[in-house]
């Protein structure tokens, strides 16, 4: 082999030593960027699973505070559930009663107290029916008595209406029969009669 032979081959053989490395030094920075690229890929994959994740935590806190709102819902409507049917269990009970308690007030006040003979019974009479109003007051049971108060229908129920010129127009002048409410409910309005101006009072007012 001659000298122009022998460089001729080394020149070959550098020509391909350099495109060797060439190639080497594209395939790693071709392992390189496709390395770069599954990560940026798997840094997307997580973050698109992290707010899955967070979806998936505030639908669950929002269920959380709406069953905790409805729990909280049931608990307030059975409160007053079981409040009102504390309040007037006794108001089928109350209403026979009230006329029990309308016979003692009526013997009381018909009774004979200046007779001595009766005067032991009318006694006991009176103490009973202390004794029942007071307790059934325990239970939110209130009389109305409302002599000498304005007229008004929602707790009275006028009977007859007489002039008067003692009275104010549309005044109680007299109870035929006290009324009751139980726990601010009227049970049983009180029945009353009513004055209205007596004649000559228009007349002088005219």
Do not use: W
Request: proline share 2%.
């Amino acid at each position: 082999m001659n000298n122009e032979d022998k460089k001729l081959q080394d020149e070959q053989l550098q020509k391909e030593t350099v495109e060797a490395a060439e190639t080497v030094s594209a395939e790693e920075e071709f392992v390189e960027i496709t390395a770069e690229e599954m990560q940026i890929a798997r840094i997307a994959e997580l973050e698109a699973a992290l707010l899955t994740s967070d979806a998936k935590v505030k639908e669950a806190q929002d269920n959380v505070l709406r069953a905790r709102a409805e729990g909280e819902n049931v608990r307030r409507r059975s409160e007053v559930e079981i409040d009102k049917a504390r309040k007037f269990a006794l108001n089928k009970f109350t209403e026979e009663l009230l006329p029990v308690i309308d016979n003692l007030e009526r013997a009381i006040e018909m009774a004979d107290k200046n007779d001595e003979a009766l005067k032991s019974m009318i006694e006991g009479v009176e103490l009973t029916l202390k004794t029942m109003t007071a307790t059934v007051e325990k239970f939110g049971l209130k009389q109305h008595n409302p002599v000498g108060e304005v007229f008004n229908p929602e707790f009275h129920q006028a009977m007859s209406i007489q002039e008067s010129a003692e009275h104010a127009p549309n005044t109680v002048m007299l109870v035929m029969q006290k009324g009751y409410e139980l726990n601010g409910r009227i049970i049983r309005p009180a029945m009353v009669m009513v004055s209205k101006a007596a004649a000559g009072s228009v007349d002088m007012q005219a």
